[in-house]
């Protein structure tokens, strides 16, 4: 977005004052592809946190790499008096949820783990409350819970889904494919409604999609078919799941996922390779793929992955981003031209694979990063890890 056009919506919004400036501020962000940049719902209401001990960092997402980095650069630099803004209440973790569809691990496992006990014990505060915009000349956050000051903002808010990678672009059919048949990928509630679509099927096909480009966890939906597999086996459930994969092979253990689907799951598995989705009747429950209609009973639709919708509120994506991811140094991951605004984990523009892994060992180095850039220092750019891992309490 050009400079002016900023200055226009700021004294645009101020002059308008009030619901409407908001509502239209908002209402522009949420379309997709709109690069309105604005302070969002400025109310001038500052947030219930103590004054600042020490440079002021704040992080919005706890995911994997907000909590780590909060953790992390609290240690590495103990001035820091960091601040997690989240909007959810209670961690519960993406990976492994796939293996509580097969009753592998329990609901315990996955949820129920305290924001407020990751915060006390790494010396940190959690803040309850969403993210709405970002006054980055005055270095003010807006959540709908007041104005933040900050020293240091990082911007973790993780993905949304793109459903125009299976050619669906109208808003009332992406409302019913994330409502009747979501992705999975993104947040609790989907994985309880994909839990009990899968213990409460009775036959038929079970359609699970893989998505175009670079998406949140490469084996995710291999992984997903054999333990929704495994289910309808344990429960004697005359039912297929039908994997569709624009990719000519699995992205990810390719061997071992296509023996596992031979050796293992023949009769349930059907994998269905170079099949690009070109369409999706939710009502009809059928997909057009470039060659193919294919009918279905239920399914999980993993649509496509881009940056979350954050980064437009924000004015940070990267224009020229096919999946509008955010426009940083790939080495520093600072906002370019803005040494005190980052953003990490799956809203990064780097080509690395969308994982807890990546996140993990990349906020370790971020956090060094900013540590390294309170004291008026920096350091040598060093590469995450990028494999695709399990490992529960990893950074709570
Ligand atoms: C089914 C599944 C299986 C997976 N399996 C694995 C695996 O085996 N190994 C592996 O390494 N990775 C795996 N992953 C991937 C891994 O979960 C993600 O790559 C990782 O969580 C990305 O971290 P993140 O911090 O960028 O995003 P997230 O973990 O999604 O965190 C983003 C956080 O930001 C918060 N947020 C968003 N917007 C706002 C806002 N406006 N204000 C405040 N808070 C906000 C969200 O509530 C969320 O808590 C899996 C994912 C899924 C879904």
């Avoid at 979501?182 to 994985?191: A, D, K, L, N, R």
């Avoid at 209609?293 to 940056?307: L, N, Q």
Wanted: charged share 25%.
């Amino acid at each position: 977005m050009s400079g002016d056009n900023k200055e226009l919506s700021r004294r645009g919004f101020l002059k308008m004052g009030g619901a409407a400036a908001a509502t239209a501020a908002v209402g522009a962000a949420a379309v997709p592809g709109s690069v309105l940049a604005a302070p969002m719902v400025v109310t001038g209401v500052k947030a219930a946190l103590p004054k600042a001990t020490g440079p002021r960092l704040v992080i919005v997402g706890g995911g994997t790499s907000g909590l780590t980095i909060a953790k992390y650069a609290k240690k590495e630099y103990p001035k820091f008096d960091v601040v997690l803004v989240e909007k959810r209440d209670m961690y519960s973790s993406c990976f492994s949820s796939n293996m509580w569809y097969a009753g592998v691990v329990d609901l315990d496992f996955l949820a129920g783990h305290s924001f407020l006990d990751a915060a006390v014990n790494n010396k940190y505060t959690y803040f309850n409350g969403a993210a709405t915009g970002v006054d980055r000349a005055a270095k003010k956050l807006f959540t709908d819970e007041g104005e933040i000051d900050y020293d240091f903002l990082v911007v973790a808010p993780g993905i949304a889904y793109d459903y125009s990678r299976v050619g669906v672009k109208d808003i009332e059919s992406i409302t019913a494919l994330r409502q009747m048949y979501p992705g999975g990928f993104i947040s609790p509630t989907e994985h309880v409604t994909i839990r009990d679509k899968v213990a409460g099927f009775e036959g038929g096909t079970f359609l699970v999609t893989v998505p175009s480009g670079n998406y949140r966890c490469l084996p995710g939906p291999y992984e997903r078919a054999c333990m929704i597999a495994t289910a309808f086996k344990k429960a004697k459930v005359k039912g297929k799941v039908v994997i569709l994969d624009p990719n000519a092979k699995p992205t990810i253990k390719a061997e071992g996922f296509l023996n596992a689907f031979k050796e293992f799951y023949a009769d349930v598995i059907e994998y269905k390779p170079n099949t690009k989705i070109e369409g999706i009747d939710a009502g009809k429950k059928t997909i057009k793929a470039e060659f193919d209609t294919i009918k279905f009973d239920d399914a999980a639709i993993y649509p496509g992955v881009r940056g979350s919708t954050l980064l437009e509120t924000m004015g940070i994506v990267d224009p020229k981003s096919p999946q509008k991811e955010a426009l940083i140094d790939p080495l520093k991951y600072n906002v370019v031209g803005d040494m005190h605004v980052y953003v990490t984990g799956d809203s990064r523009p780097q080509p690395f694979s969308k994982s807890a892994n990546t996140s993990n060992t990349e906020a370790k180095y971020v956090a060094k990063v900013l540590a390294a850039r309170a004291q008026g220092k920096d350091i040598d750019w060093y590469s995450p890890e990028t494999i695709c891992y399990r490992r529960r309490r990893l950074c709570l």
